[in-house]
Structure formats: C-alpha cells, structure tokens
C-alpha cells in the first residue's frame, strides 16, 4: 500500500498578485483615515472660535487708554486753564456684537480720572473766590457706555473704519480739591487737599462721539449733567466737552 500525497490546490499568480496588491491598498487607508478622523475632532472647537471672535466677528473684546482735554465755554466765575492741565484720562475694556457688517453694538466698562485746573483772577467764585498758586477739583469716576457701530467699507477680519455714536454714565468714587500757595520763607510748599466734596455731583450722564480706524479713534464726549450737585445750582458750569483720542489694545 503506498502512502497518501497531500492534498495541494494550485493557485493562480494573478489571484495572489490582487489579493497582496488589495492588502496594501488596506494598510494604507487606515492610518490616513484614522488621522482624517483626529484632524476633525480637532479643528472644529478651533474653527469655531475663529468664525465667533475675532475684530470682525460675531464677538470682540479688548481693552483700550483713551485721552482727553477739557473744551467748551465755562460759566463766569468758574474759568479754567485749558490745554494739559485740564484734562481726562481713561482706561477700559469693550465688547462688541457685531450684527451685520455695517451695524455692531459695544458696551464698555472702565475708569477715568479727570482733573480741572481752576483759573485764579477777579472773577473766581468756584469753589471759593480765594486765589492760590494753582488750584485743582479732581474727580475718580467708574464709567459705563453703550454705542451703535457704523462700519465703513470693506474689511477682512480687522476692525477697519468705523462710526460710533455713545451714551454713558459714571459714578464719582472718589473726589478732591488741591491747592498750592506760595510758602513762608524756609518753607518748601504748601498744599492742601480737601476729599469727599459734598458740592460735586456723584453720578452724571454723557453723549458723545467716536471715529476710528482699526486700533486709533478720535472722540468728543459731551457732560449732559451739572457738574455741581443740586444743592449749589447757583454756581457757574464747569467746561462740558472733552475731545481726545483712543488706543485700543489688541
């Protein structure tokens, strides 16, 4: 009896040729789309912020320095010296929600600091007619404003030129009344500074002005309140207007 051959099946060249050429096809898309699969989990929370925030996005957010000097007519008997000495400096941040590409919305929070420099002639009733060397009502204020944005021309994603018409409101934290008088001999100044003034108004209201392009503006704020409290109207009115100009920090 003769031992059993095996039993082998022929397999044709061509067949074997497609099935190892099918395997690398194989071997090679798994790794491209597990990366495919990586890379989108991965970019959509990123793509999503992009196309949210941004200077001309839905939303933008940054802080800015403004500065301003003190401008307009003041009331007889309450004259000041303008240019530098009379001045107002800001500091705040600013949301905006843009709506369309020509209509946005801001709203801003921050602090000013804004000093009136009282002139010293004949005609000084404010707040006393007491004459000094230099004389200073300075007020701490925590300001509030709302705008309506009016984007002109075409941008990409930047901030471009824009309109921004204001109202605001602020609450005077602080206040003070500075004085310099000339020195007995041997002495090197003399200063005074009075704080808490019950004659100047705590909470006052604005319209105002601003237009800029991308991070620099120029603004006119109007003062629509007194700037004594009610109980000394009879005093002449401080300088109302403050025009300046605004960086923003982006």
């Known amino acids: 009896m003769q031992p ?15 099935g190892l050429v ?10 491209a789309a597990r990366a ?12 999503t912020v992009k196309t949210t925030f941004g200077p001309n996005r839905r939303y933008f957010g940054h802080a800015y ?25 800001r500091v705040g941040g600013r949301l905006k929600f843009r709506v369309s590409q020509v209509l946005a919305f801001n709203a801003d929070l921050g602090y000013a600091y804004q000093r009136f420099s009282l002139a010293q002639d004949g005609q000084k009733r404010v707040p006393g007619p007491s004459l000094h060397r230099s004389e200073i009502l300075a007020l701490h204020q925590l300001f509030s404003e709302v705008s309506l944005r009016l984007n002109c021309g075409r941008r990409g994603n930047a901030v471009g030129s824009y309109l921004d018409l204001l109202a605001g409101g602020s609450w005077a934290a602080a206040t003070a009344h500075t004085t310099d008088d000339a020195p007995a001999p041997g002495i090197g100044s003399v200063e005074t500074t009075e704080r808490g003034l019950p004659y100047l108004r705590r909470w006052s209201s604005t319209a105002g002005a601003r237009v800029g392009i991308d991070r620099y503006a120029l603004t006119a704020h109007y003062r629509l309140s007194p700037v004594f409290a009610a109980g000394y109207a009879a005093w002449p009115e ?6 300046g100009f605004e960086i923003g920090l982006f």
Do not use: C, F, I
């Open 4 to 18: 059993s051959k095996p039993n082998r099946q022929w397999v044709p060249a061509g067949a074997m040729r497609r």
């Open 22 to 31: 099918l395997l690398g096809l194989l071997a090679g898309a798994l790794p």
């Open 36 to 47: 495919q699969q990586v890379l989108v989990h991965a970019n959509v929370a990123d793509d």
């Open 65 to 89: 320095v403004g500065y301003g000097l003190l401008a307009g007519p003041a009331g007889t008997g309450a004259a000041v010296r303008y240019g530098l000495s009379s001045a107002e400096l």
């Open 238 to 243: 401080l300088p109302r207007w403050t025009l």
